[in-house]
T-cell receptor
Framework: ETGVTQTPRHLVMGMTNKKSLKCEQHLGHNAMYWYKQSAKKPLELMFVYNFKEQTENNSVPSRFSPECPNSSHLFLHLHTLQPEDSALYLCASSQSKDGGANVLTFGAGSRLTVL | GQNIDQPTEMTATEGAIVQINCTYQTSGFNGLFWYQQHAGEAPTFLSY??LDGLEEKGRFSSFLSRSKGYSYLLLKELQMKDSASYLC??????????WGAGTKLIIKP
């Protein structure tokens, strides 16, 4: 257990479905992140929240919609996804967004398959 | 553009030593990180280097040369549990993390 919990661990959805990924951290961190991890590719940063405010949206398609109700919880709402969106979605948290030694603590990820 | 290069896959023998290299070209530099990721698990932090030189932490050591844009992770006395992917990441001048694609390390008995 890393202190960052993601649910569900596995999700299969059709292109017309709507689903949500949930992330919760018990570390007292102020920054939370969504990353996409595809096989043999670098981690892709999707969204960053710092003190509940979204600070970055890296040109992510609108079919991905983040929500951060408080510093401990982060959601990723999914709708009308494409098969190429199939990947491992990782949530991470850190003490703050800025600073050199900004160590990220990751969850185990949600494996998404879009049919 | 910004780029991190590391080998895709490496194989080593239990009990041996392996060195995983990482070269980078980024806009500025605010530190280099190594993470370990076992299959199906969360990436976990291994080391952070911001100054040139070697940082040792038990069986694992990480080296940085900023002038060469180069780092390596050295794993000694390899154990089967060291089979994992090793991710190199550099923090640029805007405190953005630039990630490599990871090196899958396979340990054989």
């Amino acid at each position: 257990e890393t202190g960052v919990t993601q649910t569900p661990r596995h999700l299969v959805m059709g292109m017309t479905n709507k689903k949500s990924l949930k992330c919760e951290q018990h570390l007292g961190h102020n920054a939370m992140y969504w990353y996409k991890q595809s096989a043999k590719k670098p981690l892709e940063l999707m969204f960053v929240y710092n003190f509940k405010e979204q600070t970055e949206n890296n040109s992510v398609p609108s079919r991905f919609s983040p929500e951060c109700p408080n510093s401990s919880h982060l959601f990723l709402h999914l709708h009308t996804l494409q098969p190429e969106d199939s990947a491992l979605y990782l949530c991470a948290s850190s003490q703050s967004k800025d600073g050199g030694a900004n160590v990220l603590t990751f969850g185990a990820g949600s494996r998404l398959t879009v049919l | 553009g910004q780029n991190i290069d590391q080998p895709t896959e490496m194989t080593a023998t239990e009990g041996a030593i392996v060195q995983i290299n990482c070269t980078y070209q980024t806009s500025g530099f605010n530190g280099l990180f190594w993470y370990q990721q076992h299959a199906g698990e969360a990436p976990t932090f291994l080391s952070y280097n911001v100054l040139d030189g070697l940082e040792e932490k038990g069986r694992f050591s990480s080296f940085l040369s900023r002038s060469k844009g180069y780092s390596y992770l050295l794993l000694k006395e390899l154990q089967m549990k060291d089979s994992a992917s090793y991710l190199c990441a550099v923090m640029d001048s805007n405190y953005q993390l630039i990630w490599g694609a990871g090196t899958k390390l396979i340990i054989k008995p």
